[in-house]
């Protein structure tokens, strides 16, 4: 990706004079995309006081004016993720004292936290919110280049998950980078301002777990529910996975394979609501000692038939 990191105009006929001059963007998080970050907010594209996506999906939220990109955990988030430079341009503005504690937490105004304003050619500008407290490394007036790491995802702001939200923005008016034409229709209207194709999963697994006991959805967020082993005795043997993108009638089944292949136990969970995270578990209560060996738990999220993210772990019996 790193080969196509460069700063182009888009001069195809045909497009929206919105796109006219427009920057091409780079991937702003340095992650892979489906696998240590996912994309789980769109631009709503509703004019209304409803929401939608610019696919005509549920992926978004009344007014939401960017690209929400995530990862699983709070320990993922612990971990340093790098936000970069969407595109070369002067750094306009920063802010870099806003505590990473999250949603009901954060002074009067500043709902993005920590950020940065990026100004690029043309009349347009990125803005990059929710970044970690002391980690932005750019100053006001500041020429940057495509790609140039400005800080680290965080916590700060008007949030209840660790993510990096873009804003996309020419002439002060917001520009959804997946389809930068004003069409009221489901579906593409104009060329991409992404460098290169950026897949937006329908949901999937944030990530999934053992534990001896039903799980607190804190725990989950936090990423400390997943045990790391259990005993023979221990009081009840669960799975849990965790998910984004969750659609009302969705499947989620939750399977633990004994190590003699044989299946200890599963269970088929339909979801009643289309929501943007959640989580599911089940399990059994044990009775008797459990066979020494490694366990097997598989999660599946499953969509009009249709499989749409599936993961596996393991466990050691002691």
């Given at each position: 990706m790193r080969a196509l990191l460069i700063f182009l105009f888009t001069t195809l006929s045909g497009l929206p004079a919105l796109a006219q001059g427009s920057p091409t963007l780079v991937f702003p998080v340095e992650c892979t995309l489906g696998e240590t970050c996912m994309i789980?907010?769109?631009?709503?594209?509703?004019?209304?006081?409803?929401?939608?996506?610019?696919?005509?999906?549920?992926?978004?939220?009344?007014?939401?004016?960017?690209?929400?990109?995530?990862?699983?955990?709070?320990?993922?988030?612990?971990?340093?993720?790098?936000?970069?430079?969407?595109?070369?341009?002067?750094?306009?503005?920063?802010r870099n004292t806003v505590p990473d504690t999250g949603l009901g937490d954060f002074p009067e105004g500043q709902d993005c936290g920590n950020g940065v304003l990026i100004d690029h050619e043309n009349g347009w500008q990125t803005q990059y919110c929710h970044m970690a407290q002391g980690s932005i490394s750019v100053a006001g007036s500041d020429m940057v280049e495509v790609g140039q790491p400005i800080g680290q995802m965080g916590f700060s702001g008007n949030t209840e998950f660790p993510h990096l939200h873009i804003t996309v923005r020419q002439n002060g008016?917001?520009?959804?980078?997946?389809?930068?034409?004003?069409?009221?229709?489901?579906?593409?209207?104009?060329?991409?301002?992404?460098?290169?194709?950026?897949?937006?999963?329908?949901?999937?697994?944030l990530s999934i777990g053992f534990a001896e006991s039903l799980p607190e959805f804190a725990a989950i967020r936090a990423g400390t529910a997943d045990a790391d082993t259990l005993g023979p005795n221990a009081e009840a043997f669960v799975i849990w996975g965790f998910f984004h993108g969750g659609r009302e009638g969705d499947i989620v089944t939750l399977s633990i394979t004994a190590p003699d292949g044989t299946t200890f136990h599963t269970r088929d969970v339909t979801l009643d609501r289309t929501q943007a995270e959640l989580f599911r578990a089940s399990g059994r209560r044990i009775r008797t000692p459990l066979s020494p060996g490694t366990y097997s738990g598989t999660v599946t999220l499953t969509r009009d038939g249709t499989q749409i993210d599936a993961e596996t772990t393991t466990i050691p019996i002691r």
């Amino acid at each position: 990706m790193r080969a196509l990191l460069i700063f182009l105009f888009t001069t195809l006929s045909g497009l929206p004079a919105l796109a006219q001059g427009s920057p091409t963007l780079v991937f702003p998080v340095e992650c892979t995309l489906g696998e240590t970050c996912m994309i789980q907010q769109l631009m709503d594209r509703d004019s209304g006081p409803g929401a939608r996506d610019y696919l005509c999906g549920p992926m978004s939220y009344d007014d939401h004016s960017g690209t929400d990109i995530r990862v699983p955990d709070m320990e993922a988030l612990a971990q340093g993720v790098q936000i970069l430079a969407a595109a070369p341009g002067t750094v306009r503005g920063i802010r870099n004292t806003v505590p990473d504690t999250g949603l009901g937490d954060f002074p009067e105004g500043q709902d993005c936290g920590n950020g940065v304003l990026i100004d690029h050619e043309n009349g347009w500008q990125t803005q990059y919110c929710h970044m970690a407290q002391g980690s932005i490394s750019v100053a006001g007036s500041d020429m940057v280049e495509v790609g140039q790491p400005i800080g680290q995802m965080g916590f700060s702001g008007n949030t209840e998950f660790p993510h990096l939200h873009i804003t996309v923005r020419q002439n002060g008016e917001d520009v959804d980078p997946f389809d930068p034409s004003s069409a009221g229709t489901c579906g593409v209207g104009a060329t991409p301002l992404w460098a290169d194709e950026i897949p937006v999963a329908p949901g999937g697994i944030l990530s999934i777990g053992f534990a001896e006991s039903l799980p607190e959805f804190a725990a989950i967020r936090a990423g400390t529910a997943d045990a790391d082993t259990l005993g023979p005795n221990a009081e009840a043997f669960v799975i849990w996975g965790f998910f984004h993108g969750g659609r009302e009638g969705d499947i989620v089944t939750l399977s633990i394979t004994a190590p003699d292949g044989t299946t200890f136990h599963t269970r088929d969970v339909t979801l009643d609501r289309t929501q943007a995270e959640l989580f599911r578990a089940s399990g059994r209560r044990i009775r008797t000692p459990l066979s020494p060996g490694t366990y097997s738990g598989t999660v599946t999220l499953t969509r009009d038939g249709t499989q749409i993210d599936a993961e596996t772990t393991t466990i050691p019996i002691r």
